[in-house]
């Protein structure tokens, strides 16, 4: 059997078989110019939906950077409004203190008719940083105070010491009838011919609570000194010379508490309103434990006085006053003004001492109620000084006993002209001084007052 031999290839007709094989495969991948095209759209759209993807993301991106720019400005500009408003504020209070605590106390425990007498507690307030816009959520602007009750509150978390000093004088003459006339020319009885000079000294600490932004509390504790000095000639006892009376007291006066609320936000060319609440104990000596120089009188000897020994340093009655103020800022000056009203409680089974030991009962006494008005201007004349002018009126009801209204008990009217001036010693230290004239014949000839309110 025949064997048949396959021939072998050589190395070049291998590579010339491959070679047509790639060049077929190659020719079978190869699209068509249709198809070409349709891919060629298709992938235009895609890149056009890219593009306008694109477009869009970036336009987002841009608003958003816009925007939170804006949010940051925004930010910068409250940041620094709330730093002007805090230095604004900061500002205020030193005003206030410069400019408030300095002038005459016309009110609770400061009577200016003197103590041991139901009369007189008057109040008000005051306040602004004259020329100065104030915040609207802070305190009201401030004056140069020279009333008894000021305006301006206490910043809360803060505390404000006020020791002070106060001088009071007044004179007065006296004619006491007693007896009876048969015709206008002659009188049957006792002349009474008396002058009354009276010097009232009193050192008081202060300090008031900031609780809110609307609220403060204040307590106050005076030390009173009195000297009287009579002066009296019996014309009917038949005597040329002048016979002196001459008495004093020194002790502790009545402590007095209040709580001032700011009722109002108030503005530029709006009002601010502060409702005041002010209760007085009668911790002084009043003037029913002191000793009187009656018995002999009462007995119908000439020679009793008919005064006390010692001075009384207290009112002898429980008073709460309550009251209204209003301050107006208007540029450069500051109107002011208040209303108030004063209740004293009565006391029963009252009697008072005599001499050798003796006592004299006088039953319920019922003070009448002091209602109280006042109204001024303030007006800054530097950064740390400034200046008020005002008036203080009080109307004394009368006083009533067992249930009658006492003899010769008439309504009385205080009347004070008061001017004023602070000065800014420190950031946190002013001093206060204000002088007050009376105007009618019961209240004080003159008054002066010296206040130094210091903050911490």
């Given at each position: 059997?025949?064997?048949?031999?396959?021939?072998?290839?050589?190395?070049?007709?291998?590579?010339?078989?491959?070679?047509?094989?790639?060049?077929?495969?190659?020719?079978?991948?190869?699209?068509?110019?249709?198809?070409?095209?349709?891919?060629?759209?298709?992938?235009?759209?895609?890149?056009?939906?890219?593009?306008?993807?694109?477009?869009?993301?970036?336009?987002?991106?841009?608003?958003?950077?816009?925007?939170?720019e804006r949010l940051e400005f925004l930010e910068r500009q409250v940041e620094a409004q709330q730093s002007s408003l805090d230095a604004m504020r900061d500002i205020v209070a030193w005003d206030v203190l410069a400019l408030q605590r300095g002038a005459g106390r016309v009110g609770s425990g400061e009577s200016p008719v003197g103590g041991g007498e139901t009369l007189a507690q008057a109040a008000t307030s005051e306040q602004a940083p004259v020329g100065r816009a104030p915040a609207a959520e802070g305190r009201p602007p401030e004056v140069a105070p020279i009333f008894e009750q000021p305006g301006v509150l206490t910043a809360p978390g803060h505390y404000v010491l006020e020791p002070s000093f106060q001088y009071g004088y007044s004179s007065s003459n006296r004619v006491a009838l007693v007896g009876y006339t048969?015709?206008?020319?002659?009188?049957?009885?006792?002349?009474?011919?008396?002058?009354?000079?009276?010097?009232?000294?009193?050192?008081?600490?202060?300090?008031?609570?900031?609780?809110?932004?609307?609220?403060?509390?204040?307590?106050?504790?005076?030390?009173?000194?009195?000297?009287?000095?009579?002066?009296?000639?019996?014309?009917?006892?038949?005597?040329?010379?002048?016979?002196?009376?001459?008495?004093?007291?020194?002790?502790?006066?009545?402590?007095?508490?209040?709580?001032?609320?700011?009722?109002?936000?108030?503005?530029?060319?709006?009002?601010?309103?502060?409702?005041?609440?002010?209760?007085?104990?009668?911790?002084?000596?009043?003037?029913?434990?002191?000793?009187?120089?009656?018995?002999?009188?009462?007995?119908?000897?000439?020679n009793g006085s008919g005064l006390p020994l010692d001075l009384p340093t207290g009112s002898g009655f429980y008073s709460l006053q309550v009251g209204v103020t209003a301050l107006y800022p208007s540029d450069p000056a500051v109107f002011f003004g208040s209303i108030t009203y004063m209740h004293n409680f009565a006391r029963d089974n009252v009697s008072r001492k005599v001499r050798n030991g003796e006592e004299e009962y006088l039953g319920t006494i019922a003070p009448g109620g002091v209602v109280g008005f006042n109204f001024g201007m303030g007006l800054a004349l530097n950064e740390k000084s400034s200046f008020s002018i005002g008036y203080d009126h009080s109307s004394v009801g009368r006083t009533e006993v067992r249930g009658e209204v006492a003899p010769g008990s008439v309504r009385t009217q205080l009347a004070t002209l008061l001017l004023g001036y602070s000065y800014r010693l420190s950031p946190k230290t002013s001093l206060n001084v204000s002088v007050g004239a009376g105007l009618t014949r019961d209240t004080p000839d003159v008054s002066l007052t010296v206040r130094l309110p210091m903050t911490f």
């Open positions: 059997m025949a064997l048949f031999k396959i021939p072998a290839l050589s190395t070049t007709s291998c590579a010339v078989m491959l070679f047509l094989a790639s060049v077929s495969h190659a020719q079978s991948l190869v699209n068509t110019p249709e198809e070409l095209e349709a891919k060629l759209e298709i992938l235009s759209r895609e890149l056009a939906e890219q593009k306008t993807r694109l477009a869009t993301l970036e336009l987002a991106h841009r608003q958003y950077q816009q925007q939170k048969i015709i206008p020319a002659l009188l049957i009885g006792l002349v009474d011919v008396r002058e009354v000079k009276r010097n009232t000294v009193t050192a008081a600490l202060s300090a008031r609570f900031g609780i809110t932004r609307r609220l403060e509390l204040e307590v106050r504790a005076p030390y009173v000194y009195r000297t009287d000095s009579t002066v009296s000639r019996e014309v009917a006892n038949s005597t040329a010379t002048d016979s002196v009376f001459s008495a004093n007291g020194m002790d502790m006066g009545d402590l007095e508490f209040g709580a001032r609320y700011q009722l109002n936000d108030g503005g530029i060319d709006k009002a601010y309103y502060i409702g005041t609440l002010r209760f007085k104990t009668r911790t002084g000596k009043d003037p029913f434990e002191v000793v009187t120089d009656c018995i002999q009188r009462c007995l119908g000897n000439a």
